[in-house]
């Protein structure tokens, strides 16, 4: 495959960097460059999405009828590359990579209408009911349950590790609305107002000191039936599509600004003993052969953007990508955290915040390597374990 850019692409590389440089401000940088996660928080990568929407930015991936850019898939890398070298927030998935697509092949015309013009806005910041206690990479196991009540289903029941939860207004769910068959054929997708009655959030503190994460609870909540998605007790076809957008995507341009990153680390005698790392030819050796993975990172994407970009949905693709970014993102931490040494044991929580006057111990690139890290463990769990992923290849792809 060809990855130079032409002589269009490079243009529309300058565009992207000229409107990076005026409309990205000190405090978006700082809050891009302090992630340690791939959701910001709401104050930045809302103030950062409304942006976007203003420039007709903010949905790359969508569509030109449905509000997105037209844009080419070399244009779309182009895009992402640029703001990960650039250290812009990360915008929140849950409503651009996930639920817009997921309405664009389920929704009902109602819905579209509705809901995805307000998903381009930011109006609503959407989160993800779908793992439980006893649920996670085993989803069709889910007990959420769900009754028919008239117009209405009332909820009860609770989900786990949904992310900006305590920040969004909306969540779409998976509730189980018949025991009678087969786990996957009793589950209905919804579409829930988080302000409505009986939703209870409860905060879940993660290793590296932050709140992202937490448990919701149902006690006869009830949702409207004209906010199911798909038919009842065919959610699992839906979240099936769903999970095609959450696991693909794009590594490769983020991964490759983490590389730039470490062999910063690397020149500053950031290990503490006065050794430079950009002299130790083994760990030189080790990251050159990231590079190499790297390469052939990149270069699958591109081919899952192409497909994408001619209208097909990414299928089993979406499962590779998600396997190799992932443990590559996890691979490229373990050199981070070898490259701080021993700056690796403060985890500076409040050094982190957006706009703290808490001077970071040693380089300030350092004091979000260690928190990286640990999110970036469940990178390899979350939208389905990475084992699911090599046994739905196996089967749809080697066919065996």
């Known amino acids: 495959?060809?990855?130079?850019?032409?002589?269009?692409?490079?243009?529309?590389?300058?565009?992207?960097?000229?409107?990076?440089?005026?409309?990205?401000?000190?405090?978006?940088?700082?809050?891009?460059?302090?992630?340690?996660?791939?959701?910001?928080?709401?104050?930045?990568?809302?103030?950062w999405h409304r942006i976007l929407y203003a420039k007709g930015w903010v949905a790359p991936g969508w569509p030109k009828e449905y509000g997105g850019t037209g844009w080419t898939e070399m244009q779309r890398y182009i895009f992402a590359a640029e703001c990960a070298r650039a250290g812009t927030p990360n915008l929140s998935p849950m409503g651009l990579r996930m639920c817009g697509p997921m309405l664009m092949g389920f929704g009902t015309q109602a819905q579209k209408d509705f809901y995805l013009p307000r998903i381009l806005s930011g109006e609503d910041y959407w989160c993800q009911g779908y793992s439980e206690p006893g649920s996670g990479s085993d989803l069709a196991s889910l007990q959420c349950k769900a009754v028919s009540d008239g117009d209405d289903y009332v909820i009860n029941g609770t989900k786990i590790w949904t992310t900006h939860a305590h920040f969004a207004n909306r969540m779409f769910c998976l509730v189980r609305t018949d025991s009678s068959g087969k786990p996957q054929t009793g589950i209905t997708f919804v579409l829930i107002d988080m302000e409505t009655p009986g939703i209870s959030v409860e905060p879940i503190i993660t290793l590296a000191g932050e709140h992202e994460v937490n448990q919701v609870f149902f006690d006869n909540v009830r949702v409207p039936k004209t906010n199911r998605v798909g038919e009842e007790n065919d959610g699992w076809t839906v979240?099936?599509?769903?999970?095609?957008?959450?696991?693909?995507?794009?590594?490769?341009?983020?991964?490759?600004?983490?590389?730039?990153?470490?062999?910063?680390?690397?020149?500053?005698?950031?290990?503490?003993?006065?050794?430079?790392?950009?002299?130790?030819?083994?760990?030189?050796?080790?990251?050159?052969?990231?590079?190499?993975a790297l390469d052939a990172q990149e270069i699958t994407e591109h081919r899952v953007m192409s497909a994408l970009s001619n209208g097909q949905n990414p299928g089993p693709a979406s499962s590779m990508l998600k396997v190799t970014g992932t443990e590559m993102k996890q691979r490229l931490d373990m050199l981070a955290v070898e490259a701080i040494g021993t700056y690796a044991m403060p985890l500076q929580p409040d050094a982190r915040k957006p706009g703290s006057n808490v001077a970071p111990v040693g380089p300030a690139e350092a004091m979000v390597v260690v928190p990286s890290m640990l999110n970036n463990r469940a990178a390899s769990i979350y939208g389905g374990s990475n084992e699911i992923q090599r046994g739905i290849m196996a089967k749809l792809v080697l066919g065996l």
């Open 1 to 47: 495959m060809e990855l130079s850019l032409s002589a269009a692409d490079e243009s529309f590389r300058q565009e992207v960097r000229a409107f990076l440089d005026a409309e990205l401000t000190d405090e978006l940088r700082e809050a891009g460059n302090k992630d340690t996660s791939v959701f910001t928080d709401k104050e930045w990568n809302l103030a």
């Open 239 to 292: 979240a099936k599509y769903l999970l095609e957008f959450e696991r693909g995507g794009a590594y490769a341009a983020g991964l490759r600004v983490g590389v730039e990153k470490l062999k910063s680390l690397m020149a500053s005698e950031a290990s503490g003993d006065g050794q430079m790392l950009s002299d130790d030819q083994t760990f030189r050796a080790k990251v050159a052969d990231f590079e190499v």
